[in-house]
């Protein structure tokens, strides 16, 4: 018997919601939660799992990547409710 993930059953309508209603503040939260874990566990992943210890350029190139889009859909999607406001 499958169990259920309830986090990720969760988040997809969620994720569908927010981007239906252009709430891309919840991606930008997203992203960041991909990349904290990714700095505890060692490993991040983008097509495959990749290790910090065995390919720590690649891991902390994907790792900067997740934290940057993080935080520049965070800023951006301020910057567009600030405009629009």
Known sequence: ???IKWPTAI???VLLIATYFSWYWVWGLLFLYWALPAIRSGEAFLVEPIERASN??????????WAGFG???LVADLQWRLAGA
Do not use: N, R
Not at 56 to 65: D, E, K, N, R
């Open 1 to 3: 018997m499958e169990t």
């Open 11 to 13: 988040l997809l309508p």
């Open 71 to 73: 935080v520049w859909t």
């Open 56 to 65: 720590p350029v690649l891991f902390w190139a994907i790792t900067a990547m």
